[in-house]
């Protein structure tokens, strides 16, 4: 499972003392189970309407389902390769966008009623900050408002700087202030100059330092800070680290198979192909004994991560075989599975003198993803023929 400002999407912990349907929302939640998750999480809002937490962990759902349902949350955790800024958005369902915009604005609502009230209200504060923290993604991934996104960004942060300064020993609420430090810090300089322009600043070495802090000694949010090192160390090239922190996660969360897709990943990034093909077995050998959440684990999904580790291990025709099937359903995988697996068919192509048939995969990337990365890069094998360096 990893989040960013896109990251931020998942920092939402439970607090401690709320009703089993909360936990069970969240063992949903961790587990990809996201209608269900929704469920617990109205069940526990009806009890307690009041609430802003609940309404913050619908809003979540809503919208990291919506993320899962295109592939963003894959592209981030699992295939590491869009960056920050260049994601293309996603187009949700008006029914979508309004539930979100609807349970984060009773959230906020509900916890500046309480900071009326009582102006140290931590738990409120936390809250409203995880309110600007989910409407900080939203801006992000669907709007593309990166001005209001970092304004967001920085009162979520705002929020939970305050928390601290009241309760100096309260390290769950570091976690926000850690990504807000890590991901301003990873924008590029453009990026980071609109940010200083409204008051938000990073440094990226601090923000790790802090989400390993919450790893370590967090209560609330161990579990989240676990899953954001693994992004981050992902990003880093420090994946050794992230191979004992997503083994853990898999125990926690059986039934999350992005987990495994992860630890695939990982193991290959760090040089080891064997460990990296035998995670996929387990994927696949899992869905073949019905194991709980891997019935919904498509074929494709498998083919394209064998054949990308194939792909940079240099087994090239096992990899265009793996990958030909992806593409033949490209209709029936997620845009950022499928916009891949066009753009290694090409550089397939190119690696081993078919000319034309890369071009024509090429194009077939540009016009499966227009605004994705991958659609990006193969522009430019249109003129110049890739070539492995």
Not at 32 to 51: G, H, M, Q, S
Not at 298 to 319: A, C, H, M, T
Request: with cysteine; proline share 4%.
């Amino acid at each position: 499972m990893v989040r960013s400002i896109l990251i931020l999407a998942f920092a939402v912990a439970s607090l401690a003392g709320q009703e089993s349907a909360v936990d069970q929302g969240y063992s949903h939640f961790y587990n990809l189970e996201y209608d269900l998750a929704r469920a617990d999480f109205e069940r526990a809002a009806a009890l307690k309407p009041a609430d802003p937490e609940l309404h913050n962990h619908l809003a979540q759902t809503v919208l990291v389902q919506e993320m899962y349902r295109n592939g963003a949350l894959e592209s981030e955790l699992v295939s590491g390769t869009n960056s920050f800024v260049r994601r293309p958005k996603l187009n949700p369902t008006p029914e979508m966008e309004k539930r979100f915009l609807d349970e984060l604005g009773k959230a906020m609502t509900l916890a500046e009623e309480r900071l009326r009230k009582d102006p140290k209200d931590t738990a409120a504060m936390y809250a409203l900050g995880i309110s600007f923290a989910l409407r900080t993604n939203y801006y992000w991934v669907v709007k593309k408002a990166w001005r209001d996104s970092l304004k967001d960004a920085n009162a979520a942060r705002r929020w939970h700087n305050r928390i601290t300064e009241l309760e100096p020993k309260n390290v769950d609420a570091r976690l926000v202030q850690g990504l807000h430090d890590y991901i301003v810090g990873s924008l590029p300089w453009a990026y980071r100059v609109l940010g200083f322009m409204v008051g938000v600043h990073g440094d990226k070495e601090r923000g790790i330092q802090t989400v390993q802090e919450v790893a370590r000694n967090g209560k609330l949010n161990r579990i989240d800070a676990e899953i954001f090192l693994c992004a981050l160390y992902r990003r880093e090239n420090q994946t050794r680290r992230a191979i004992p922190l997503v083994e853990d996660l898999i125990q926690r969360f059986p039934r999350n198979y992005l987990l495994r897709l992860e630890l695939s990943q990982m193991y290959s990034m760090a040089g080891d192909k064997a460990h990296a093909l035998d995670a996929v077995e387990q994927i696949a050998l899992l869905k073949r004994r019905h194991a709980p959440g891997y019935d919904r684990v498509p074929w494709e999904k498998v083919y394209f991560q064998e054949g990308i580790i194939e792909f940079w291990y240099n087994e090239l025709d096992r990899s265009l075989e793996n990958l030909k099937k992806v593409a033949a359903a490209s209709e029936d995988v997620d845009l950022n599975t499928g916009v891949y697996a066009w753009l290694r068919i090409g550089q397939i192509y190119d690696m081993t003198h078919r000319r034309n048939e890369a071009v024509d995969a090429y194009k077939r990337a540009i016009a499966y993803a227009p605004q994705a990365e991958a659609a990006q890069e193969s522009r430019k094998y249109l003129a110049t023929p890739y070539r492995r360096l």
